[in-house]
């Protein structure tokens, strides 16, 4: 009875009060938050959520390949620091003991660097491929549309990652009608021959850029290069590279303003 009183002295506080009881009344509470980080999956359905899902397919390439630099649970080398480790491109490990033993070449199968790196190759080689499709569904005009080519290649290296830097049996799965199909383990050569098979499938996109062709095109050379068929196809590597300008080079960019976004090199 006395908070009644002392709320109706004022006609702000009556105010306030009403517009309490409305937004109580509404059902949004009043310590609820509108959360524009969180994404309905649905809403990646669109135009705009296929282009959003270009960006992070990009983030996530970027990160599987040269990590953050960090040591927290959520991070990663990434590929270039890691196989540089292991074929002595880089000659200092540092104190990490998962570094060490990549540079000493005593790999244990519980290290935590390889599992994060492999963890994160393949959230990069999904969100590429989920990209490609949303982006030929909801933007693609009669295919013309340069970033599926894009998002194709990028898919192609982290099979050209796999192939190199892991043993053979790396099993492919994938997510159809929300259930996960989980992929038999693959051979080397099989697994260089899906990344071919996507930088075939980004140079017949009729709306590729000539640097995104030239990133396929460098992708196709490499992996006819690793392929073992007799020994390397040095004549067929040197063909599918022969369009691409020497100055060619495809840049992953980095940004101090998230942990995520730095660059471990």
């Known amino acids: 009875m006395t908070m009644t009183t002392q709320l109706r002295r004022t006609g702000l506080v009556r105010a306030s009060l009403t517009v309490a009881v409305l ?13 524009p980080d969180i994404i309905d999956p649905v809403k990646l359905n669109t135009p705009e959520g296929a282009r959003g899902k270009r960006i992070g397919a990009i983030a ?9 630099g960090n040591f927290n649970t959520d991070s990663t080398d990434g590929i270039a620091l890691s ?18 033993e990549l540079d000493q070449r005593r790999i244990a199968d519980n290290n935590a660097t390889l599992l994060a790196d492999y963890f994160y190759l393949h959230k990069a080689r999904v969100s590429a491929e989920d990209a490609a499709q949303l982006l030929q569904t909801y933007v693609s005009t009669s295919g013309a549309e340069p970033d599926v080519a894009e998002m194709l290649s990028l898919a192609g290296f982290t099979y ?12 492919f799965s994938s997510l159809q009608n929300g259930q996960i199909v989980f992929g038999a383990g693959l051979s080397r050569d099989s697994t260089l021959r899906i990344a071919i098979t996507r930088f075939d499938s980004a140079l017949a996109q009729p709306g590729i850029s000539p640097e995104i062709a030239s990133l396929a095109q460098v992708g196709r050379g490499r992996a006819l290069l690793d392929l073992a068929q007799a020994g390397p196809d040095y004549a067929a590597a040197a063909q599918a590279v022969q369009a691409v300008p020497t100055s060619f ?3 992953s960019e980095h940004t101090t303003s998230i942990q995520r976004l730095h660059t471990g090199v």
Not at 60 to 68: E, L, P, Q, S
Request: aromatic share 16%; hydrophobic share 35%.
């Open 23 to 35: 937004l109580v009344g509404s059902g949004c509470g009043l310590l609820d938050t509108n959360q």
């Open 60 to 68: 996530d390439f970027a990160f599987a390949n040269d990590g953050d």
């Open 83 to 100: 196989v540089g480790l292991l074929s002595d491109e880089f000659v200092y490990s540092g104190p990490n003991p998962t570094e060490q």
């Open 160 to 171: 050209i990652y796999f192939a190199e830097d892991f043993c053979s049996g790396v099993p």
């Open 249 to 251: 080079f495809y840049q």
